[in-house]
């Protein structure tokens, strides 16, 4: 997240930081909060820093909630 910051704050390009989203995806077995938490964060560019098990579990609510297609972008490590 820092390094993240770094860039963001030295960009000629303007980018921001718009917000952080912790998901805890153990706690929320169905998706449900992961599905509303994504969907109320309007950044178009996300980072995601997951296991594989997560992130299989983060892009099937991101679907759900619209915020995985064309328009939206990820990066995932």
Same mark, same amino acid.
């Given at each position: $997240? =820092?390094?993240v910051e770094g860039m963001t !704050? @030295? +960009?000629f390009i303007g980018w921001e930081k718009k917000s952080v989203v912790v998901l805890n995806v153990t !706690? !929320?077995?169905g998706g449900a909060r992961t599905k509303r938490l994504l969907k109320d964060n309007e950044a178009q560019v996300r980072l995601l820093y997951? +296991? $594989?098990e997560e992130a299989e579990l983060i892009f099937r609510a991101a679907w759900a909630a @619209?915020? =995985?297609g064309s328009s939206h972008m990820w990066f995932a490590v």
């Open positions: $997240l =820092a390094m !704050d @030295g +960009s !706690d !929320d077995p997951c +296991s $594989l @619209g915020q =995985a």
